[in-house]
Antibody, heavy 120, light 111 residues
Framework: EVQLVESGGGLVQPGGSLRLSCAAS????????MNWVRQAPGKGLEWVSY????????YYADSVKGRFTISRDNAKNSLYLQMNSLRAEDTAVYYC?????????????WGQGTLVTVSS | QSALTQPASVSGSPGQSITISCTGT?????????VSWYQQHPGKAPKLMIY???NRPSGVPDRFSGSKSGNTASLTISGLQAEDEADYYC???????????FGGGTKLTVL
């Protein structure tokens, strides 16, 4: 059974940093592209970042470019999101999402999400 | 990259059919067949319902179907059931550097 379990969310002050983790199991993690998608309270889904299976190709949404860094450790079956210079508008539930093989921007499995709250 | 355009809400009675539209541009919906639809119940993670415009993942009822014409994709749910009440989001791969884009979401109410 595919499982994605996010952790690392919490309350952080504006300008602060947070590192999210996503532990993957039930599939060959190193073979699949992964993404982070967020959802602000009461709002829609917003794509945040993508990383290829090897980690060699990375994309970011304009809203987080220069502040967030996506990475992965295939040996540990883990995906990460380092978030720096956090702003109030980054407050959201952050989901890690597995990309469907050979179907870009199609996400067949999602974690349960971890809430990040940016507030003083 | 602007979000894809979806109606804010749709409604239907049990047993009826409804269609949710998702309008983009030739750089996303119109240019690629990588349109997906997600169902999200309150407090839950999104669930993939349709990928590549019209394909259903294993386990998704055949009451759910997808199509595309030009820059507009559509999700049709036939034989509405109470458990279909949820938010629905479309998404598309895009040729821009942002890789992909979601729609704003549509709240489906089953009357």
């Amino acid at each position: 059974e595919v499982q994605l379990v996010e952790s690392g969310g919490g309350l952080v002050q504006p300008g602060g940093s947070l590192r999210l983790s996503c532990a993957a199991s039930g599939f060959t993690f190193s073979s699949y592209e992964m993404n982070w998608v967020r959802q602000a309270p009461g709002k829609g889904l917003e794509w945040v970042s993508y990383i290829s299976s090897s980690g060699s190709t990375i994309y970011y949404a304009d809203s987080v470019k220069g502040r967030f860094t996506i990475s992965r450790d295939n040996a540990k079956n883990s995906l990460y999101l380092q978030m720096n210079s956090l702003r109030a508008e980054d407050t959201a539930v952050y989901y890690c999402a597995k990309e469907l093989e050979l179907r870009p921007f199609s996400f067949d499995y999602w974690g349960q999400g971890t809430l990040v709250t940016v507030s003083s | 990259q602007s979000a894809l355009t979806q109606p804010a809400s749709v409604s239907g009675s049990p047993g009826q059919s409804i269609t949710i539209s998702c309008t983009g541009t030739s750089s996303d919906v119109g240019g690629y067949n990588y349109v997906s639809w997600y169902q999200q119940h309150p407090g839950k993670a999104p669930k993939l319902m349709i990928y590549e415009v019209s394909n259903r993942p294993s386990g998704v009822p055949d009451r759910f179907s997808g199509s595309k014409s030009g820059n507009t994709a559509s999700l049709t749910i036939s034989g509405l059931q109470a458990e279909d009440e949820a938010d629905y989001y479309c998404s598309s791969y895009t040729s821009s550097s942002t890789l992909g884009v979601f729609g704003g979401g549509t709240k489906l109410t089953v009357l």
